[in-house]
């Protein structure tokens, strides 16, 4: 059964910080893995799509890394704004549109 | 871009009363939807697979009875809670799919509900 985790639950940072958010699944045989911006009370924004075939992902201040092997996955956000601040989910697809199995997500505070 | 629709985003409703989440996706065609359930602090659980015009596929430990999936067309899947139960209160998410293989999830901004 594929378990993803996402460590901390929280962080807060100063603007304008580069920053790392964590992604680890149990399973490596995915079909792609996926981020999601959620805001309070709202549904989740697709932020960046990785396939089992590709190593990472970027756009605009956001780039996604893909390690398989290892099951690791990395969302970078460069220069962190406030309005960055959202939870942050990680998702893994194991077959074609097959159920995505989410983490817990990572609740990102920016500080002005 | 895609946008998926639900509707309403809040609802309120007494013990034993039923009430119905529709999920639209405005721009393009889904053959298939997903529900999904959030409890605070907690991951997605994803409730049941909607495929237009068959049945649902629910997931282990999800009551089919209770959570009556319809995808009537392609373009719009509800979801209706049955007899609903304070227990039911949550928050739950669609989401559709457009085409096949490796697209995006594009999901509606949820519908909080509350079971008094």
């Known amino acids: 059964k594929q378990e993803v985790t996402q460590i901390p639950a929280a962080l807060s940072v100063p603007e304008g910080e580069n920053l790392v958010l964590n992604c680890s699944f149990t399973?490596?045989?995915?079909?792609?893995l996926q981020w999601f911006r959620q805001d309070p009370g709202k549904g989740l924004t697709s932020l960046l799509l990785?396939?089992?075939?590709?190593r990472e992902q970027t756009s605009g201040r956001l780039n996604a890394s893909l390690d398989k092997s290892s099951g690791r996955s990395t969302l970078y956000i460069a220069a962190s704004q406030p309005g960055d601040s959202a939870t942050y989910l990680c998702a893994v697809m194991g077959g074609a549109n097959s159920k995505l199995t989410f983490g817990k997500g990572i609740t990102l505070s920016v500080r002005p | 871009g895609a946008v998926v629709s639900q509707h309403p985003s809040r609802v309120i409703c007494k013990s034993g009363t039923s009430v119905k989440i529709e999920c639209r996706s405005l721009?393009?065609?889904?053959?298939?939807m997903f529900w999904y359930r959030q409890f605070p602090k907690k991951s997605l659980m994803l409730m049941a697979t909607s495929n237009e015009g068959s049945k649902a596929t629910y997931e282990q430990g999800v009551e089919k009875d209770k959570f009556l999936i319809n995808h009537a067309s392609l373009t719009l899947s509800t979801l209706t809670v049955t007899s609903a139960h304070p227990e039911d209160s949550s928050f739950y998410i669609c989401?559709?799919?457009?085409?096949?293989?490796?697209?995006?999830?594009?999901f509606g901004n949820g519908t909080r509900l509350t079971v008094t």
């Open positions: 990785i396939q089992s075939s590709q």
């Open positions: 989401s559709a799919v457009r085409g096949a293989g490796n697209s995006p999830l594009h």
């Open positions: 399973d490596s045989a995915i079909y792609n």
């Open positions: 721009d393009f065609q889904a053959t298939t």
